[in-house]
Each structure stands twice: as C-alpha cells, then as structure tokens.
C-alpha cells in the first residue's frame, strides 16, 4: 500500500510541475514581458514555485529572458517572453482547389510557408502530395534546426468531434476519410502532436489564440471560399470550439436561404452554398474548375452580369452574417477566404445588410466588430498550427 501511494503522490507532484509550467507559459503567451512576480500574482502561485517553474522553461527553450523591469515594490525583474527560436508548428489546410502549408513560431510568426494549387483529386493522392511538401517545408532553412511540436491538418467539411475523421468534403466528394491515416505513413519520423479539424475552426481558433493584450471572450470565423462555412470559438484556457453533436456546428454554408431553391453539392435544395460560394459561382458565371475563380473574375468586375450574380451572393453573405449574429452573437467576426478577393461588388452589399440590420432586435447602436481578412490564404493552416501549440500546453502530451 505504501509503495502505491508514493507512486501515486509521485504522479501527482509530475502533473502539478507540468499544470504550472503550463499555466506560467500560457500567461506570457497572452501577455508577453510578465515578470516571475508578475506571474506568481496573476497565477496564484508562491514566487518559489514560478522560479522554478520559469527556469525550467527556460532551459527546455519555451521562454527567453528580456530586460530588467521595475516592479512596485521588491527587487526589479525579468520580463518573460517566448522563445521564437527553438520550436516551430507545422500547419496545413487541404483546400478544394489548394494545398496551403505552414510552419510558424509559438506566437504564430510565420517561418516559411507555400501554396501549391490543385485540381481537386482522391484523399490518398492528395494526402501523398501533401506529405512531400511537408517535408520540404520542414527542411527549409528557417525551419529545420528547430524541434517540431507537431502537425496540425485544416480541411474543408465536418470532423467528427473527439475523432480524426473526416464525414465529408462535399466540393471534393469524399466522405468519411482518416485523412491523418493516409498522411502519417509518408512522414514516418514526425512525432509529436498529429490533429485534423475542419478549416473553419481552425481558423477561427488561431484568430483567437495568437491574439495578445485585449482578447475577444468569443469570436466567429466565416469563411467564404469554394464553399462557405464557419467557426466560433470561446473562452481562453484554451479557447473552446463549438462542434455539436456530429460536427455540423456552423456549418452554414448548409443552413437553407431557399426553399426549393437550386440542388447543393449536399442533395438539399436551396443551400446558402447555391447563392453564394466559390463553386456557385463557377457555375452562374462559366469558370472552369481548373482555372482561378479570381483570376478569371478581376478582369471582368465592371460587367454588369457579374456584378449582378456578385451583387446577389454578397446579399446572401449579408443574411448569413446576420443569421450568425442572432444565433451566435460572437463578440468579433472575422471574414476571411478567397472570395474576399473579389472586394466591393461582393462585400458591400454582405456589410451594408449587416450594418443595417444587426441592430433591429435589441434596438441598440452597439456595432459587433467585423473584420474582413484581404489575404487569408494562410489563415486555416496557421490556425491548425495554433491547435498544435494549445494541445502540447494543455494536453495529455509529455513535450513540456
Ligand atoms: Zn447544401
């Protein structure tokens, strides 16, 4: 019985280390240049306990040491900072027209990245194409002599919660794939954390996660690209995300502006899809699949058909911004996908209706903050990137 409990109070005494190391990181990673005092007051901890866990950190190249501070009262101290030099992130986000890669530092600074464009192909080839850019990414020169925490895979549908598996990818027509199963095998020296989630919550997590100072206590990523979907995250230690039961949580691309409206690539009728997305309109404006949407749609922005089709889907955007607001009431949205690039004719319209009507309700003249991404082709990867960082800090795993 002894010998049981001296193992047992051993264990402990390992996770309490490991939960206040984690405590300690995760309180400079959101507001970097803390002392140990600092910490030791905000945590809630004896200032013998941050020192050793702050040195400890330090050695393992979590943190890294910044100038003397003047402290209110006691001797000055060291402001904390993370260490962008020893650890990296890798990040991918298999989109239905593009694979989008990167690896970045532990509050998010990108090292190296790449967009390589695809026809949209199987999961098998798609997961061995991916596997050879990973590893070419790895071995770029900013990334390689650092240790990788893991991989972290953003892809375009719902993830079944608590599993790695994909239910489907309705504009790639995949249904129920281990995606991380088909990718592990080509990268068989990569341990660390390996995770999958949908590219809207990946998103949406690392717009909330590499955010410091003043953070958001909820925020929802739409994401407007082939398809359109979103993601809300909340809260901070880590912050949460709403998944529902089989994963369709803001799935709203789905959710029905029409009834008995245009066939979605899903089999319902009348879609938000069917209004606005990338793949709708291809298919109103005669794009090929294999062409960029946005390269084809620059040149042609002053027609008056395509301002027309853009004006319509930028009012379906609107509704679904609005729809988000009355039954999310996020405290920031943030829009983002390669749609954005087609500017005004298309989001002029979504913010004007949403402008104008988010406020009917409650009769108020409080403006819920919009964000519009102009460039979020990296945005799903580095999220699933920050997904990496957040399960080595809160997880099970034994990296820190
Ligand atoms: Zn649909």
């Not at 507001?31 to 002392?35: A, Y």
């Not at 790695?164 to 489907?168: M, W």
């Not at 955010?211 to 958001?216: C, D, K, L, W």
């Not at 690039?341 to 989001?347: K, R």
């Given at each position: 019985m002894s010998t049981s409990f001296q193992q047992h109070k051993t264990g402990d005494l390992h996770f309490l280390k490991r939960l206040n190391r984690s405590a300690i990181l995760e309180l400079v990673r959101r507001?970097?240049?803390?002392?140990r005092a600092d910490i030791a007051s905000q945590a809630q901890l004896t200032k013998a306990t941050v020192g050793a866990g702050v040195q400890s950190l330090l050695k393992q190249g979590w943190l890294s040491e910044g100038e003397l501070q003047k402290s209110s009262g006691g001797r000055p101290g060291r402001s904390l900072y993370l260490n962008e030099r020893h650890y990296a992130m890798l990040g991918a986000e298999v989109g239905v027209h593009g694979l989008r890669l990167v690896a970045c530092t532990?509050?998010?600074?990108?090292l190296a990245s790449h967009h390589e464009p695809l026809v949209p192909t199987t999961p098998e080839a798609t997961a061995e194409l991916l596997a050879g850019l990973l590893r070419q990414l790895m071995a770029a020169p900013k990334v390689a002599d650092r240790h990788c925490l893991g991989v972290g895979v953003a892809l375009p549908g719902p993830v079944a919660p608590g599993q790695?598996?994909?239910?489907?990818a309705p504009n790639l027509g995949?249904?129920?794939?281990?995606f991380l199963d088909l990718l592990r095998p080509h990268l068989p020296r990569q341990d660390g954390v390996w995770l999958m989630d949908n590219e809207a919550n990946s998103a949406a997590f690392g717009e909330l996660y590499f955010?410091?100072?003043?953070?958001?206590d909820s925020l929802v990523y739409v994401s407007a690209g082939t398809g359109i979907g979103s993601g809300m995250v909340e809260g901070t230690h880590p912050p949460l995300i709403s998944r529902g039961l089989q994963g369709l949580?803001?799935?709203?691309?789905?959710?029905?502006?029409?009834?008995?409206g245009l066939y979605c690539h899903c089999g319902?009728?009348?879609?938000a899809e069917t209004l606005v997305s990338g793949w709708s309109l291809r298919a109103a404006l005669g794009i090929?699949?294999?062409?960029s949407l946005i390269d084809a749609l620059l040149p042609r922005l002053q027609d008056e058909g395509v301002q027309r089709t853009l004006r319509r889907a930028g009012e379906a955007l609107g509704t679904l911004l609005l729809n988000l607001h009355h039954t999310q009431n996020p405290s920031e949205i943030v829009l983002g996908g390669s749609?954005?690039?087609?500017?005004?004719?298309?989001?002029d319209p979504a913010l004007a209706y949403f402008k104008a009507n988010q406020?009917?309700?409650?009769?108020?003249?409080q403006q819920v903050p919009l964000r519009v991404i102009?460039?979020?082709?990296?945005i799903a990867a580095r999220g699933a990137a920050a997904q990496v960082l957040a399960s080595v800090i809160h997880g099970p795993s034994d990296l820190l």
């Open positions: 507001t970097p240049g803390l002392t532990l509050s998010g600074q990108r790695p598996l994909l239910r489907l995949w249904r129920d794939v281990r955010r410091t100072g003043t953070i958001p949580a803001g799935e709203i691309g789905h959710t029905v502006l029409q009834p008995g319902n009728r009348g879609c090929a699949e294999d062409e749609l954005v690039q087609l500017g005004a004719p298309l989001l406020n009917r309700l409650l009769g108020t003249t102009e460039d979020a082709t990296f």
